[in-house]
């Protein structure tokens, strides 16, 4: 699942903790998925390192408060991808054409072999439809929730656009089809 948006509110370039909010019902959700054995891994675009808003130690410092945060809520993060790329990055360093960067599938594919994943047993979730782009290319079934995306994309996502994948209002929403499997 995504991070900024679909855990969190979606702030720009967040990297403080003093900054991070969890959405509501988020940790509900989580749960929910947990219980039902799904591994719950983040995959997260974080081109604020690659503009020089922030830095990866920033980012490691936030990620880590936020694991340790849910963990002790009884809601365990088995891993978390990030990518800080652009091809017009700031800092030199990070400007590159990658293949990690959503919608690509890099990271997905990464945690796909670290984790023996069975892709067409699980979701891709979150605020963009970036987020669900390995629904397009592989068996998994994707949730696009909540209001961040362009709202033509949601019309189309709710239409039946994107072949795999259905909109929710949010997490706790889509945790609950998930496990009910009703969706």
């Not at 033509?152 to 998930?178: F, N, Q, W």
Request: proline share 3%.
């Amino acid at each position: 699942m995504d991070r900024d948006g679909t855990i969190n509110v979606e702030k720009h370039y967040l990297y403080k903790i003093e900054d991070f909010e969890f959405l509501p019902g988020v940790v509900d959700a989580l749960k929910i998925l947990q219980e039902a054995g799904y591994l719950l891994i983040i995959i997260t675009n974080q081109s604020g390192i690659g503009r020089g808003y922030y830095t990866e130690e920033d980012f490691q410092k936030l990620n880590d408060w936020m694991i340790f945060t849910l963990k002790q809520q009884g809601v365990m993060i088995a891993d978390v991808y990030f990518c800080p790329h652009l091809p017009d990055a700031q800092v030199a360093e990070y400007r590159k054409e990658c293949n990690c960067r959503k919608p690509k599938l890099g990271m997905y594919k990464q945690a796909i072999l670290d984790y023996n994943i069975q892709v067409g047993k699980s979701y891709a979730i979150g605020d963009k439809i970036r987020d669900c782009a390995i629904c397009q290319e592989m068996s998994c079934r994707g949730f696009l929730i909540g209001n961040n995306e362009k709202p033509e994309v949601i019309s189309e996502v709710k239409a039946g656009k994107y072949e795999r994948v259905s909109y929710v209002d949010s997490l706790k929403e889509c945790a609950e089809l998930i496990v009910n499997n009703q969706n």
